[in-house]
């Protein structure tokens, strides 16, 4: 009889043994899964070194900045490429077509929409024909034919006229941006992807012609950018630039604004 109790009292003290091996071995496996505190109930969270955390770019400014460049920095965005599925009309296909003709390298994006703002079938031009576009600017196809266009049939040749030189480089300061006209709270046209601004114009023969207003005796500076600017009236709704006002200092911008009157803003 004593040794049965013996044996059951054997048997409970390696039952006690192993339980509390298993409860041991529950506590490491967890520590190991958890970068959080056990005992305080904080939750884990990702410690690698790849941890980032990626912002969110929406909504309108409020101003146009003076500087277009300022809103590249500030706003800056990461552009989707077209599904291969997306439909689009006729009208963007004859566009594109049109692009086609006119030797302009562009890339298709997926739609665009914030908020107000947006562009249904937008395309990043990066070039037209050797001329390279710097940044790429992300536009309407209209926008990016219309401009095409003026760049082929009237800015090549008054470079050649002017300087006797081709165009190597056309920088941009503000292509497509959610933004309001500053002071009249109106969405501008960047916000439709229906506008560029033009800072500067860089030729083959390493003239690089600043668009902000010339000096008194910059003849030939001064000749090439009234070309520009009257030029560009028959191609675009809007054209403004230096003397305008303070915003439009150090740049043109172009656009195509459909207004009801046929009226074009030329200044």
């Given at each position: 009889?004593?040794?049965?109790?013996?044996?059951?009292?054997?048997?409970?003290?390696?039952?006690?043994?192993?339980?509390?091996?298993?409860?041991?071995?529950?506590?490491?496996?967890?520590?190991?899964?958890?970068?959080?505190?056990?005992?305080?109930?904080?939750?884990?969270?990702?410690?690698?070194?790849?941890?980032?955390?990626?912002?969110?770019?929406?909504?309108?400014?409020?101003?146009?900045?003076?500087?277009?460049?300022?809103?590249?920095?500030?706003?800056?965005?990461?552009?989707?490429?077209?599904?291969?599925?997306?439909?689009?009309?006729?009208?963007?296909?004859?566009?594109?077509?049109?692009?086609?003709?006119?030797?302009?390298?562009?890339?298709?994006?997926?739609?665009?929409?914030?908020?107000?703002c947006g562009i249904d079938y937008p395309v990043k031009v990066s070039a037209?024909?050797?001329?390279?576009?710097?940044?790429?600017?992300?536009?309407?196809?209209?926008?990016?034919?219309?401009?095409?266009?003026?760049?082929?049939?009237?800015?090549?040749?008054?470079?050649?006229?002017?300087?006797?030189?081709?165009?190597?480089?056309?920088?941009?300061?503000?292509?497509?941006?959610?933004?309001?006209?500053?002071?009249?709270?109106?969405?501008?046209?960047?916000?439709?992807?229906?506008?560029?601004?033009?800072?500067?114009?860089?030729?083959?023969?390493?003239?690089?012609?600043?668009?902000?207003?010339?000096?008194?005796?910059?003849?030939?500076?001064?000749?090439?950018?009234?070309?520009?600017?009257?030029?560009?009236?028959?191609?675009?709704?809007?054209?403004?630039?230096?003397?305008?006002?303070?915003?439009?200092?150090?740049?043109?911008?172009?656009?195509?604004?459909?207004?009801?009157?046929?009226?074009?803003?030329?200044?």
């Open positions: 009889m004593a040794g049965i109790f013996a044996a059951v009292r054997q048997w409970r003290r390696m039952r006690t043994a192993v339980g509390g091996l298993a409860a041991g071995l529950a506590v490491v496996a967890l520590s190991a899964c958890n970068t959080g505190s056990v005992l305080s109930l904080e939750p884990a969270v990702d410690v690698g070194s790849q941890t980032a955390a990626v912002p969110q770019y929406a909504g309108m400014q409020k101003l146009v900045p003076s500087n277009p460049y300022m809103t590249q920095a500030a706003y800056p965005r990461m552009d989707e490429p077209m599904s291969p599925v997306e439909q689009m009309p006729a009208s963007e296909t004859d566009c594109r077509q049109q692009l086609r003709r006119l030797d302009v390298a562009f890339t298709d994006l997926a739609p665009i929409h914030e908020g107000q037209i024909g050797n001329i390279q576009m710097k940044p790429a600017a992300t536009l309407t196809c209209d926008m990016a034919a219309t401009f095409a266009g003026w760049t082929k049939n009237e800015l090549v040749p008054s470079a050649h006229w002017r300087y006797f030189s081709g165009v190597k480089t056309i920088h941009q300061g503000s292509s497509y941006s959610c933004r309001r006209i500053a002071d009249e709270g109106v969405l501008s046209e960047h916000g439709k992807g229906n506008a560029l601004d033009v800072m500067s114009i860089e030729l083959n023969n390493g003239d690089d012609i600043d668009v902000r207003k010339p000096g008194l005796f910059a003849f030939r500076t001064r000749g090439f950018l009234n070309n520009v600017r009257a030029d560009g009236c028959q191609y675009f709704t809007t054209v403004l630039g230096p003397g305008y006002n303070y915003d439009h200092r150090n740049h043109f911008h172009f656009d195509i604004k459909n207004r009801k009157s046929g009226y074009r803003a030329c200044r």
